[in-house]
């Protein structure tokens, strides 16, 4: 069954501390990996779309790699205004369906 | 630069009740979905469209109704509203639904059932 978990479920950072968010998913045939940002009251923003194991993408302090299993979004040097939920999504297989994780709730302090 | 547009931004509901949600994109894209977006559960697929006339059920489509007779509007029906349906409703819209595009959101429909 296609599926797609995201850890950690919260993460809180002080500013300037880089760190990483998880997406493991697990899908016969990906046609792509998505990103997006989640701000309060607000739709998913696309980020980043990877489509083969070893593609990387980079966007200001964020930059989003791809293995076989497992997809993770680098924070580097984050400031306050990367507070947001972080929503890791897939495409596969012969259908049109989008997959979503649960997303991963990124708070970063002053 | 509208990208997609939904109306209304809030609604409650008593049960029983139906309504329409709205749903438009002015970037001529051939494909839109429906999602609702739950505490605690990623973005559910309800419905969707690859093109205008043409219309398939997502993950949870039961309660829900759709049709698309233009490329720009996929409306959402409610036939007879339950308290389940509490929920928030995201549109989306991609170029194509295949090879990997990315989709472009709206901003929601947060609806109370009571």
């Known amino acids: 069954e296609d599926q797609v978990t995201q850890s950690p479920e919260a993460l809180r950072l002080q500013e300037g501390e880089s760190s990483s968010l998880n997406c493991s998913y697990t899908?016969?045939?990906?046609?792509?990996l998505f990103w997006y940002r989640q701000d309060p009251g607000k739709g998913p923003e696309f980020l980043f779309t990877l489509y083969s194991a070893g593609e990387e993408k980079e966007k200001e302090r964020l930059k989003a790699t791809l293995t076989k299993k497992e997809s993770f979004l680098h924070i580097t040097a984050p400031k306050p205004e990367d507070s947001a939920t972080y929503l890791c999504?897939?495409?596969?297989?012969?259908?049109?369906?989008?997959?979503f994780g649960k997303g991963t709730l990124l708070t970063v302090n002053p | 630069n509208a990208g997609v547009t939904q109306t209304p931004k809030f609604q409650v509901l008593k049960t029983g009740q139906s309504m329409t949600l709205q749903c438009a994109q002015d970037?001529?894209?051939?494909?839109m979905s429906w999602y609702r977006q739950d505490p605690g559960m990623g973005l559910r697929l309800i419905h969707y469209s690859v093109g205008a006339g043409i219309t398939d059920q997502g993950e949870v489509p039961n309660g829900y109704n759709v049709s698309r007779s233009t490329t720009e509007d996929f409306p959402l029906r409610l036939l007879s509203a339950a308290p389940s349906q509490t929920s928030v409703y995201f549109c989306?819209?991609?170029?194509?639904?295949?090879?990997?595009?990315?989709?472009?959101f709206g901003d929601g429909t947060r609806l109370s059932i009571l």
């Open positions: 999504a897939f495409s596969g297989g012969s259908n049109y369906k989008l997959t």
């Open positions: 989306a819209s991609s170029k194509t639904g295949m090879e990997g595009q990315p989709q472009h």
């Open positions: 899908v016969s045939g990906l046609r792509g």
């Open positions: 970037m001529n894209h051939e494909y």
